[in-house]
């Protein structure tokens, strides 16, 4: 009983606890976006039950949550707007700039066939979201994604590591 206080009472002051690699682990809170999203806002965003990420719900990329399909929120930094062109090869480009840290993974970490999103011009109301940890499950794989998703700025609260 007092654990399901907590919760409701984190997840109503915005709360949430990362233990994803992508960015360091503990006390997250999700911070109003009062202004249009700019690229380098660090965000949590809802992703769309969209196959791609059922898949990585049931592959473990990501956790349950009280999102669209049970899955949690994204922690991810944006890197490209509409508009933008992403190129996909061994590394991301975003109108013709490589993407510092983005260097596709054919499988992950247990052998199984990644596939990598095609490229293209980011759509009107999406964002492509992307972390430097070279095992993220990020936009590299499944694409822009809607931000009517989005939650929130990401603003570490506790955490450890770099």
């Known amino acids: 009983m007092v654990l399901a206080l907590l919760f409701a009472a984190g997840q109503l002051l915005g709360l ?12 997250w809170r999700i ?9 380098g806002d660090l965000v949590f965003v809802c992703p769309p039950p969209t196959p791609d990420f059922e898949m990585a719900r049931d592959r473990g ?3 349950a949550g009280l999102c669209p ?17 992403i190129d996909i090869a061994e590394l991301v480009t975003i109108d013709e700039r490589v993407l510092p840290e983005s260097v596709l993974r ?3 970490a ?16 999406h964002a492509f979201l992307h972390s430097s940890f070279a095992g ?19 603003h570490p609260i506790f955490t450890f590591g770099p």
């Open 136 to 154: 993220s499950y990020d936009s590299r794989y499944f694409g822009p994604i809607p931000l009517s998703g989005l939650l929130g700025r990401a």
């Open 69 to 85: 399909g049970w899955m949690s929120p994204l922690l991810k930094t944006v890197v490209a707007l509409p508009g933008q062109t």
């Open 31 to 39: 911070v109003p976006l009062e202004r249009q999203v700019s690229i």
């Open 106 to 108: 054919p499988v992950d």
């Open 110 to 125: 247990e052998g199984r066939k990644l596939s990598a999103f095609a490229g293209g011009v980011v759509p009107p109301f």
């Open 61 to 63: 990329y990501l956790r």
């Open 16 to 27: 949430r606890i990362n233990l994803t690699p992508s960015y360091p682990p503990g006390l």
